[in-house]
């Protein structure tokens, strides 16, 4: 267990619907990372929130947007669904000081668009 | 922009060792990550190099070269429980303010037979 939470585990919807992940770090951790995991493409960088401000931006598609709230927890809103948008969806988290600074993955959240 | 190679998939008996390749081209560098993920789970931290040579740690041992943009994984005295995909991921330039940003390979799919 690495301490990352994500909710839910699952989550099955509809195209054209608007969907809102959960993501919560680890404690004392002020990074958090969104990352796409589809079975064509490997593990996509989204987008990194540090103490509430973005850092650094992938390849985000405009549909997607994420936040970093002041209790350091993050949600990641996807809209306008397609079904290219099935896949696992990874919060990850680091301390965001640390000479590595290596990220921490949560179990993900599935998203399967119908 | 980045590109990370590694070879998709391999096989190896359990006891033996294994390594598994990772070139990669950046435009900066600040550290080579070695993940391990097993399917439908999230990415756990192996290993870290930001300076040539040889990292070890139990089992499993990194090493980088940075004038080649090569790295390779030893998995030494595999067991069953090895079987998993292991992803290399390169931090480009460690951002002002925390960014950290990875760019992972597809990730190279390891099955340990007996």
Redesign the interface.
Known sequence: D?G?TQTPKHLITATGQRVTLRCSPRSGD??V?WYQQSLD?????LI?Y??G?E??K?NILERFSAQQFPDLHSELNLSSLELGDSA?Y?CAS?D??SG?????????TRLTVL | GQNIDQPTEMTATEGAIVQINCTYQTSGFNGLFWYQQHAGEAPTFLSYNVLDGLEEKGRFSSFLSRSKGYSYLLLKELQMKDSASYLCAVRDVRLTGGGNKLTFGTGTQLKVEL
């Open positions: 690495s990352v002020l990074s990372y493409q490997g593990l996509q960088f990194q540090y103490n401000e850092r650094a992938g696992l990874f680091s965001g000081t590595i600074d290596e990220q921490f993955f949560g179990p993900g």
